[in-house]
C-alpha cells in the first residue's frame, strides 16, 4: 500500500517516518514545487519521495491530510476520488463548529472514505508509537479496516471511537484530545 502525506511541516514528517519504518513507501507534498522540500525532508523522513501534492496522491492508495484546517479548501477535491484518505487536521485555534473536520472533508471530497485520526496526538508524542492507543472515526467500514491496518503496522493500537460525527470526540475541547485513548479508559 502507498502512502501519500500532504503537509511537511510539524506532523507530516513524523507520520512519515513511522510509514516508512513500517516499510510502507511514502510520498510527501507541501503546497509548492517539491524542490522546495526536499532538503527537509531529507533530513526529516529520509526515504519519503518530495512530489507535488497532486502527483503524491494519484500514485497513493492511503493519503493522510495533515495540512492547516483553513488551507484545506486549496485541495481539488477530483483527486481523491477512491482514495482512503485520513484526516489528520483540527479546527485550529479550537473554536465551536456545526460540524467536525472529517465531516466537512467527507462532504468536500467526494468518492474518497475518510476517516479521522492521529489528529488528536501531538506531534511530538507520536514516537515512538510504543503501542499507545489512538482513536479512528469512520463511515466506510473497509476504510476503518484499512486504517486500522495501518495504524498497528505503524505501532499505534487502532480504537474505534465510532462514525465521522462521533470524531468530534478526538477534536480539540474533548476530554480525548491531547491524550492517547488508554489513559481515560
Ligand atoms: N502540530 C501537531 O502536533 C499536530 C498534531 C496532530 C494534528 N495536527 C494537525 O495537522 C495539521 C498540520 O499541522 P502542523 O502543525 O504540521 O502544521 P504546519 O507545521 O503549519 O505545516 C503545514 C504543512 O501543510 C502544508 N500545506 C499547506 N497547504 C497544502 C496543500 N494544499 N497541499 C499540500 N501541503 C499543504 C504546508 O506547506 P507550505 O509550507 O508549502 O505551505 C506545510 O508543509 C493541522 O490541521 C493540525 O491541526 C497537528
Known amino acids: ?56 496522491v494519484a500514485d497513493a492508495d492511503l493519503v493522510v491530510l495533515a495540512i492547516p484546517w483553513h488551507r484545506f479548501p486549496s ?28 465531516e466537512e472533508v467527507a462532504q468536500r471530497l467526494v468518492g474518497a472514505q475518510v476517516v479521522k485520526t492521529l489528529n488528536h496526538i501531538a506531534y511530538q508524542d507520536m514516537e515512538p508509537p510504543a503501542g499507545h492507543a489512538v482513536g479512528l472515526a469512520g463511515d466506510s467500514p473497509d476504510a476503518l479496516r484499512v486504517v486500522s491496518e495501518f495504524l498497528s503496522r505503524i505501532g499505534f493500537e487502532p480504537v474505534p471511537v465510532g462514525s465521522l460525527f462521533d470524531g468530534r470526540l478526538l477534536e480539540p475541547g474533548s476530554p480525548l484530545f491531547g491524550k492517547f485513548v488508554k489513559e481515560l479508559s
Not at 4 to 27: C, F, K, N, Q
Open 1 to 56: 500500500m502507498k502512502i501519500a502525506v500532504l503537509g511537511a511541516g510539524h506532523v507530516g514528517p513524523v507520520i512519515a517516518r513511522l510509514a516508512l519504518a513500517a516499510g510502507y513507501p511514502v510520498t510527501i507534498a507541501g503546497s509548492g514545487d517539491p524542490s522546495r522540500i526536499e532538503m527537509i525532508i531529507e533530513f526529516l523522513a529520509p526515504g519519503a519521495v518530495p512530489l507535488s501534492a497532486a502527483d503524491a
Open 75 to 102: 485541495l481539488e477535491p477530483a483527486m481523491f476520488a477512491g482514495k482512503v484518505v485520513i484526516d489528520a487536521m483540527n479546527h485550529w485555534p479550537p473554536a465551536d463548529q456545526p460540524q467536525g473536520t472529517s
